[in-house]
Each structure stands twice: as C-alpha cells, then as structure tokens.
C-alpha cells in the first residue's frame, strides 16, 4: 500500500513539474514574439491606423495668381491626405534608418533625394505638427501640381528636450493610377506668413480653488470608458441634480482619447460633450473636463493627433460657463511604469503649451496620483492638482512637504476617498463606517488648510473594467466601493456627512488588527493542511 502512495506522490508531482514547464515555455515563446512584434511596431511604425492618426494642422492658402485651372475640393483632400502620410513615412524613414514605405509616397527623382537622406544622416526622432500650403500651378488635366509648403513646423526630439525647426518646401505632386506621389522636393526657408496663433496672456478672470467642493462622476451603470458609449442625458440631469442636493458645487468627468476619436475627433461625441456642460450649467454645477483618458502613447509621431483633438475640445468649451477649468491628464505619474518618464515629461510641456496657444484665459492643471509629484510643472499651471488615498493620519504631512515646493500655489485634492469592500479574504478589510469615517478625517483637515476637493465617487460600480485595473481581484475590487452611492442608488453611511455635517465620527480607520487577523487565518489554514499531510504520513507509515 505504501508503494502504491508513493507511486501516487512522484506523479502528482512529475505533473506538477511538467505542467510549470509547458506554462514556462509557452510564456517565454509569447514573450519572445511578443517582443519581437512590439519592436517591428514600434521600430518602423508603419501601422495603417498610425498614418490615419497621424493629423497634423494642414490648410490651404489662397492659390497664387496664375493657377489657371482649379483644383476640386476632392483633389484638395486626396492631395492633402497623402502629403500627411507620405511625412509619417518620411519620419519613420529618419528614426529607423529604414526606406521600406518611401516607394510609396515619393516618385523619381524626389525618391533619391529622400533616401540619400535618409542614409547620409544620423537618426532623427521628428514629427511634422503643421503645414500652410499653397497651389502654385495645375496642368490642365489636374494630373500634376506644383505646390508650396510655405510654413512647415517640425518637432525634434534631442534627449531631453525637444526644439521646433521650421522650413518652407517646394513640391510637385503628380497623379498615377489613381495615387498621388511627390516627383520633386526642394527645401527653402520659411516665408513669412501671419498667423492667428494666440499668445500666453494673463486670465482676467480668477477662481478660488479652495471653495471646489464636489465630486468625480460616472453613472453607476457605466463608469470608465462606458460612460460615452451609453451617454444618457436623463440619467446625467437626475445625477446632477443629486450632487447639488448633496451640497457639491463641482463635478469632475473623463475625456477618453480614443472614444472621442484621437486625431479625427468624433462630432458625436463632442456633441454629448457640449450637452453635458448644458446639463451641468443648468444644476447649477462646474465642470472639470479630464482630458486624454487612456491615451495611445507619449512619442513623439502622436504629437500631431493629440493637438488636433486638443483643440477641438478647448474651442468647443473655451466660452462654456460650466467650464471651470482643465485637468490636462489624469495621473501621468502612473503612466512612468509603462512608458519613459522623459517621453512622458516631454509629452506634458508640450500639452501645457498648446493649451495655452489656443485658449490663453482658460485654467489648467494636472491630476498626480501622488503628492510627492505635485510640484512638477507647478509655475506652468494656475493650480496643483493631487490625488489622496493614503493613510488620513499622514495627510498633513504630505501637503505641507508639498507646500515647500510650490509655494503659494493654490492645491486642490482633485481625487480623495476610501473603498468599503470587504470580502472574508481581502486582508485591508473596510466597511461604510470606516469609509466615512476616513472621509471625515481628511475633510476636517482639508478644512483645515483651505484646500478644495472632489470625492471619488458618487457611486459604486458593478464592475471595474480589467482593461483599467488589470486582472488581480484584490486591486479590482476594492475599486468598486468607493461611492457615496450604492448601485441600487441608496444611500451609504459616508453620505451623513454631506447631509449633516456636524456629525461627529469616532471610528477608528487603522486595518493593522485586519492585517493581523487575515495573517492569522492564513497561517492556521497553513497548519492545518501541513498536520493533514503528517498525519497521512504516519498512517502510511504505521499501518505497515
């Protein structure tokens, strides 16, 4: 009998062997290919969605004088579609060292000319962000046009910094089988053309950021990237008008990047967009629009697409009374794990500075996720924004070492509340008596200081979406208890402190006796499988 155990054990254990080796294999296989995908993406970026998102500010001039015969509206956006594409390829071309999509776009002699370029020089990470063009002459069957970039802007990116070169471009564009392609290319300096790109300038208007008292929002059915995609205008105004009875002045709402469709912004979308702050203006509530939620990246080649959606918004809602002010980007110290830190930086300055361009007089700040990142970029926007989940007992501290950053910088504790999950295995066990009484606690000491806030959030949610919080259970669920609201609508305890607010709160917040308890159940569960398996052992061993 005891044979036939041991039998039994050296193959439970060579199947547990070679299962971990399979499951090591084929991770190292995924990996590897993995890697090797992501490298040819991201080496030669010849994605077909990358040249559809790649949307530089492009427009027409009057055409010069002599142009005879004119040029279609159709024939204008063919041309100038595959002018755009064809400076992706050519800057693709310059990063990577690579000529493999020029044959496309450039026909001879201007063909040459790019790839001895390209060859002769050293490697270049360079974004076009905008052209000015002009129609110098058409043939008279509109299959060849002579054309001036007259005003070309280029982004170069050097380490850490990046500078901005501009040049002017003479080109011939001629129409074969149904393509347009560039026949020739001669670079100029620029012509000096006026231009209506505003300047920074002092805002005339000023906002107390210390009386922003509100609350960040999604509907309870359809959070994150839901939210758009099931825009319900009747849900929003009874929200809206729940979070004014709540005694909030300000609501805080996400951008998502790609739903608002990147660098061809959706028309759709900004339309919800627009009906929303109606809705808010009409509650009686100020908005903070969350811009590039979930973006794409921070290269340099995503510069052109992010301007463009950037500025539609900004112009869309610059004059909006319900606009408060901008959050620029959502926790950016986040996205350092991801992507390079220096991108990201680079990525920042750059968005700070075409929010400027193109609405001087509007309010901009950006959400950290820590307060240690807070003075990052602090002189270039008009309030530092932080978000707060840590200990409440540590709070003080953390602002005032921040303080000693910025200065008199205005603060705003954009995101700050606690989750009441509890589930018999998570070990930082809560509850809606702790969650309000943690709520409590840093608003007494947001009081304190002066300092404004939102919530996170009015509701719990039925579900937190892995694509945002990844798969681990013990991070995902927790996320769906913040809200001052229940799924159902009904009221949670932490809402008490809105409705009465000189309630006074005596529970204690510290989850070092839940730690202590869930350590101890696991270290019983332990022992109990560890004396299971002695005992076995010793029958096995005696009954013989």
């Known amino acids: 009998m005891a044979s036939r155990f041991k039998a039994y054990y050296k193959f439970l254990i060579g199947l547990i062997l070679l299962s971990v080796f399979i499951a090591i294999a084929f991770l190292s296989i995924r990996f590897g290919r993995s890697q090797v995908d992501d490298k ?51 800057n693709t071309s310059l990063k990577t060292g690579t000529i493999l999509c020029l044959e496309e776009y450039f026909a ?18 360079q974004v076009d962000m905008s052209h000015l063009l002009r129609v110098n002459q058409v043939s008279l069957d509109r299959q060849i046009v002579a054309l001036s970039d007259v005003r070309l802007e280029l982004y170069r990116q050097n380490q850490n910094n990046i500078t901005v070169d501009k ?14 392609k560039i026949t020739d290319w001669i670079e100029q300096l620029p012509e000096d053309v006026h231009s209506n790109a505003l300047s920074k300038t002092d805002s005339l208007k000023l906002i107390d950021v210390s009386k922003i008292d509100g609350v960040n929002y999604y509907p309870a059915k359809y959070p994150w990237r839901e939210f758009w995609i099931n825009f319900d205008a009747d849900i929003m105004r009874q929200d809206f008008k729940k979070i004014v009875d709540l005694g909030f002045n300000t609501t805080r709402i996400f ?32 908005v903070v629009p969350t811009l590039f939620d979930f973006p794409i990246g921070f290269t340099l080649n995503h510069y052109p697409a992010y301007a463009k959606q950037l500025k539609v918004l900004l112009e869309s809602a610059k004059d909006h ?18 992507h390079d830190p220096n991108e990201v930086m680079l990525w920042l300055r750059f968005i700070i500075s075409e929010a400027r361009k193109i609405n001087p007089e509007g309010f901009y700040t950006i959400g950290w996720s ?30 005032s070492r921040l303080k000693t950053k910025i200065g008199e910088k205005a603060i705003c504790i954009e995101e700050y509340g606690k989750s009441s999950f509890n589930a018999f295995w998570y070990p930082f066990k809560s509850s809606e008596k702790i969650q309000k009484a943690y709520t409590r606690e840093l608003r007494k000491s947001m009081d304190e200081q002066k300092l404004g806030g939102l919530v996170w ?38 809402v008490d402190l809105f409705v009465n607010a000189d309630e006074d709160i005596v529970t204690n917040t510290n989850s070092t006796l839940n730690m202590m308890f869930f350590l101890f159940v696991i270290l019983t569960a332990l022992l109990f499988i560890l004396s299971i398996f002695i005992l076995r052992k010793v029958y096995i061993r005696f009954s013989h």
């Open 40 to 90: 040819h993406v991201s080496e030669l970026d010849l994605n077909p969605a990358d040249f559809y998102q790649h949307t530089p500010s492009m427009r027409f001039l009057t055409d010069h004088p002599e142009v005879l015969t004119e040029l279609t509206e159709y024939d204008r956006e063919q041309i100038q579609t595959r002018y755009a594409h064809a400076w992706y390829c050519l």
């Open 108 to 125: 001879e002699p201007a063909r040459t000319k790019i790839e001895s370029l390209v060859h002769s020089s050293r490697r270049v990470n």
């Open 167 to 180: 040049k002017a471009i003479n080109l011939i564009m001629r129409l074969s089988e149904g393509t347009w």
């Open 321 to 338: 009374p319900a606009v408060l002010s901008w959050c620029l980007k959502n926790e950016p110290d986040l996205d350092f794990k991801y």
């Open 255 to 286: 951008i998502p990047n790609e739903i608002f469709g990147g660098g061809h912004p959706d028309a759709y979308r900004l339309s919800d967009f627009k009906l929303l702050l109606d809705i808010a203006e009409e509650s009686g509530l100020k």
């Open 457 to 494: 959030s009015l509701y719990d949610f039925e579900q937190a979406p892995s694509n945002v919080f990844g798969w681990k259970p013990w991070v995902r669920s927790p996320q769906k208890y913040f809200g001052l609201y229940k799924i159902d609508g009904s009221q949670k305890e932490v």
């Open 370 to 399: 820590d307060a240690r990142f807070g003075h990052l970029y602090a002189d270039e926007l008009d309030y530092v924004s932080v978000h707060y989940y840590k200990k409440s007992s540590e709070f003080d501290t953390d602002i």
